[in-house]
């Protein structure tokens, strides 16, 4: 997940926390402001029957009169139960009804006076009252219609508000993050376009203070630093690359001479032809180093040219034979490639021709027959090259660091080599958006797979 929306989620969901929390609160006062209120609407309606009470000279001829013209005055659907101090009912707002009541609740008022159940449906309140020296029980008892709705119409009005509200800190989070991160995605990709033949090239930075052009210094600053240890490296392997060549020519040419000129022990002429091979070995190394300098991921692709992969095979088969004589090679376009391929690749074919010397060298060095088969198949998606050879296979504890630096399996004893050859092959492979695979189909039978996307 990007830094965009990483803060923008965590502001939204922080936010929704917030903002729900003080909807709760809201709608929690509210409940208890609702519930006060209808608390003190009964006591007001008993003071009210209270007072009626008092000054009624007729109760049971004045009271339908009087309560039925004040029904709606403080509570809605609600009932009056009146007892007299006997706890006899002597009125009831029920009309044509069977009136029940709680004896239990008559009892209680002797106790408390005042008795307010809550959580009672409908809501009770009674009290038990003198006028005028006699005890009257009160009991009167209400649903709040109108609390109630109001209470319903807030939670769906919050409910409301939260979804609306989360959603609208949502995008507005996105759209601001992105705004104020815009900076540091061009910082991103100035510094995807760096690479190691482009460590001079500086990020622009804008004259603020802010975190990201601090950041653009400190990474300008690393760059020119490493420009400068990369331009020292690639000067020197440049440099030792060039100088070393020369001399290993010189060599390879002397001793070539040599064996042809003149009459040598047979002893001496394994030891001149050993000489000689090591000499190639060792100017193949040079020019692999000396080639790779000059190339990375970036840049290679800017070469790129349409190269046939079986014209490589064959010019690199001459170039090892000359050193290896004895190697053979026996080439074949498998039944699966389709009529109409070309066997081409987009690649470098410089670097290519190293990496087919050096697959079919190992073949000449490490193969008991020196002898390498190499098969073609092509197909829509990909074009794959197989090159096995018998001999001494790779164990299975070696075979994950086959293609690291200087790593030489149990195969290579009493073989001279400098290890790095595998490496440089999947190296330049990987420059070309290819795979290398190594498989012991038996015990003496070795096989590179080499896939190239199309």
């Known amino acids: 997940m990007s830094l965009k929306r990483k803060i923008a989620l965590t502001l939204s969901v922080s936010f929704s926390l917030l903002f729900g929390i003080v909807l709760i609160i809201i709608y929690i006062s509210f ?103 006699d005890n009257y029980y009160i009991l009167t008892s209400a649903y709040d219609t109108n609390g109630r709705s109001k209470l319903a119409y807030l939670k769906y009005l919050l409910i409301t508000a939260f979804i609306t509200c989360t959603l609208l800190i949502g995008f507005f989070s996105y759209y601001f993050m992105g705004k104020f991160l815009r900076p540091l995605e061009d910082l991103n990709k100035e510094i995807s376009e760096v690479t190691a033949h482009k460590l001079t090239t500086q990020i622009p930075v804008e004259q603020s203070n802010d975190e990201i052009s601090i950041l653009a210094n400190s990474f300008n600053t690393m760059i020119s630093r490493l420009n ?166 790779i164990s299975e504890e070696e075979q994950p660091k086959l293609f690291e630096a200087f790593m030489r399996g149990n195969n290579s004893q009493n073989i001279s080599g400098s290890g790095l050859g595998l490496r440089i092959v999947k190296r330049i492979l990987e420059y070309h958006g290819a795979e290398i695979s190594y498989a012991s189909l038996s015990k003496n039978l070795n096989k590179f797979s080499i896939t190239f996307d199309k």
């Open 31 to 133: 409940d208890d402001f609702r519930r006060e209120e209808f608390k003190d609407r009964f006591i007001r309606r008993l003071g009210f029957t209270t007072n009626f009470i008092s000054k009624s000279k007729n109760f049971e001829e004045e009271a339908p009169i009087f309560f039925n013209e004040n029904s709606d005055n403080f509570l809605l659907n609600e009932t009056i139960l009146i007892f007299n101090g006997q706890k006899e009912l002597i009125y009831s707002t029920l009309k044509d009804q069977k009136v029940t009541w709680d004896k239990n609740l008559l009892s209680e008022l002797d106790k408390k006076k005042d008795v307010y159940k809550e959580e009672a449906i409908p809501e009770v309140y009674a009290s038990l009252k003198n006028i005028n020296g």
């Open 228 to 393: 400068d240890v990369f331009q020292s490296q690639k000067d020197f392997t440049a440099s030792a690359s060039h100088e070393i060549r020369t001399p290993i020519t010189r060599m390879a040419f002397q001793l070539e001479n040599l064996i042809k000129l003149e009459q040598h022990s047979p002893d001496t002429l394994s030891a001149l032809q050993q000489m000689l091979k090591d000499v190639y070995q060792l100017s193949d190394l040079t020019n692999s180093l000396l080639l790779l300098t000059k190339f990375d991921k970036e840049n290679i692709q800017t070469i790129y040219e349409e190269v046939r992969i079986d014209e490589v095979i064959f010019e690199s088969f001459d170039r090892v034979q000359k050193s290896y004589p004895n190697l053979k090679m026996d080439f074949g376009i498998s039944e699966e490639t389709q009529e109409n391929a070309f066997l081409t690749i987009n690649g470098v074919q410089s670097l290519l021709d190293i990496v087919f010397i050096n697959l079919l060298k190992n073949a000449a060095v490490y193969s008991d027959n020196a002898d390498a088969k190499i098969l073609i198949t092509e197909t829509e998606k990909n074009l794959l090259v197989d090159i096995l050879s018998e001999g001494k296979t």
